[in-house]
């Protein structure tokens, strides 16, 4: 029988804290790795949850944090993880420590976290590349793994909406780089919570499983619907050029333009779209792209008028915000 202890390895990003969440949730005991401790104390704030020292991905390291655990979710490729996150070039060889250590060690269940796209033979682009050699590593696991492949996913403090909702801030100007790049926003809570309902599917064990919301448009179209649920329909979106998003992006914090991120521009290096069915897959209706967006994106008044009509609709009560 599976146990319920639990390490993350890369979990202090954007989707680490809403898998964490989500584990602490379902009762899992769960082990966050961090290389610094006093930086990420809030996630010992979640119930049966803890950090653990991992200065580096050296084997005694990963020995001293993978002994006696049960399961390993490896999200060293969630880029969002600022000073935590893993250099690209360094992906490969840390996947292939973390593979012989968790062989080493026992580890009954895998989940890798990767993205659509990625593809070891992908020469034009080292980021999903080097996605896609790591995954190819982690599947020669002992464990049963899965590996999910997600599309964009979305929610506050992510790193596309949540900067289209900065930029409108202050000034209704929205510059959109990739803006053709097709995807299928999916709200980074039924993400967590597919993740976490795929440890005890041990059918899925070998299976590669792609994760979209049900919506598919263009990255600018997302960007014109961020401002009309903002209120904003007025402001000006338009597409950035790839010179100008590289730039801004690496100007960080100083660019004067905030809507793109170095983060942003890996994550949309191709369309993030699929066939694939989520609801078959994970048994329960991923949030509609209006319902999540307007968590975090609509001004208080809109919100309070978004919940009466979605009632008056009979829509589920878990949507309203």
Same mark, same amino acid.
């Given at each position: 029988?599976?146990?319920?202890?639990?390490?993350?390895?890369?979990?202090?990003?954007?989707?680490?804290?809403?898998?964490?969440?989500? %584990?602490?949730?379902?009762?899992?005991?769960?082990?966050?790795?961090?290389?610094?401790?006093?930086?990420?104390?809030?996630?010992?704030?979640?119930?049966?949850?803890?950090?653990?020292?991992?200065?580096?991905?050296?084997?005694?390291?990963?020995?001293?944090?993978?002994?006696?655990?049960?399961?390993?979710?490896?999200?060293?490729?969630?880029?969002?993880?600022?000073?935590?996150?893993?250099?690209?070039?360094?992906?490969?060889?840390?996947?292939?420590?973390?593979?012989?250590?968790?062989?080493?060690?026992?580890?009954?269940?895998?989940?890798?976290?990767?993205?659509?796209?990625?593809?070891?033979?992908?020469?034009?682009?080292?980021?999903?590349?080097?996605?896609?050699?790591?995954?190819?590593?982690?599947?020669?696991?002992?464990?049963?793994?899965?590996?999910?492949?997600?599309?964009?996913?979305?929610?506050?403090?992510?790193?596309?909406?949540?900067?289209?909702?900065?930029?409108?801030?202050?000034?209704?100007?929205?510059?959109?780089?990739?803006?053709?790049?097709?995807?299928?926003?999916?709200?980074?809570?039924?993400?967590?919570?597919?993740?976490?309902?795929?440890?005890?599917?041990?059918?899925?064990?070998?299976?590669? %499983?792609?994760?979209?919301?049900?919506?598919?448009?263009?990255?600018?179209?997302?960007?014109?619907?961020?401002?009309?649920?903002?209120?904003?329909?007025?402001? %000006?979106?338009?597409?950035?050029?790839?010179?100008?998003?590289?730039?801004?992006?690496?100007?960080?914090?100083?660019?004067?333009?905030?809507?793109?991120?170095?983060?942003?521009?890996?994550?949309?290096?191709?369309?993030?779209?699929?066939?694939?069915?989520?609801?078959?897959?994970?048994?329960?209706?991923?949030?509609?792209?209006?319902?999540?967006?307007?968590?975090?994106?609509?001004?208080?008044?809109?919100?309070?008028?978004?919940?009466?009509?979605?009632?008056?609709?009979?829509?589920?009560?878990?949507?309203?915000?």
């Amino acid at each position: 029988m599976l146990g319920k202890k639990v390490v993350v390895i890369g979990g202090v990003g954007f989707v680490g804290r809403a898998v964490v969440n989500e %584990l602490s949730k379902q009762g899992y005991e769960t082990t966050v790795c961090v290389r610094r401790l006093e930086r990420y104390r809030e996630f010992a704030l979640f119930p049966k949850t803890r950090l653990a020292h991992l200065p580096e991905l050296s084997d005694v390291a990963l020995n001293k944090v993978m002994a006696g655990q049960d399961i390993l979710i490896n999200l060293t490729a969630d880029m969002t993880a600022g000073t935590e996150a893993l250099e690209i070039d360094k992906l490969v060889a840390a996947t292939q420590k973390i593979k012989q250590v968790a062989d080493h060690q026992g580890i009954k269940r895998v989940i890798q976290f990767t993205q659509i796209g990625a593809d070891a033979n992908q020469a034009s682009n080292i980021f999903l590349a080097a996605l896609g050699e790591a995954n190819s590593i982690m599947a020669n696991t002992v464990a049963k793994i899965t590996t999910l492949k997600a599309g964009l996913l979305i929610g506050e403090k992510d790193a596309s909406t949540s900067k289209f909702v900065a930029q409108l801030n202050r000034a209704p100007i929205l510059p959109v780089a990739n803006a053709q790049r097709l995807v299928q926003p999916l709200s980074v809570q039924d993400f967590a919570l597919a993740l976490v309902k795929t440890i005890k599917k041990t059918e899925l064990a070998g299976k590669k %499983l792609e994760l979209v919301g049900e919506e598919r448009l263009s990255f600018k179209e997302l960007a014109e619907l961020v401002a009309e649920i903002k209120g904003q329909e007025d402001a %000006l979106v338009f597409s950035m050029c790839g010179l100008n998003a590289k730039i801004m992006a690496k100007l960080g914090g100083l660019a004067p333009i905030v809507s793109v991120t170095s983060e942003q521009l890996l994550n949309l290096s191709c369309d993030l779209v699929s066939d694939s069915d989520f609801s078959q897959q994970f048994g329960f209706e991923p949030k509609s792209l209006v319902a999540t967006l307007a968590k975090y994106v609509a001004p208080h008044t809109l919100r309070t008028r978004y919940n009466d009509h979605r009632q008056d609709a009979g829509r589920n009560a878990e949507e309203l915000i």
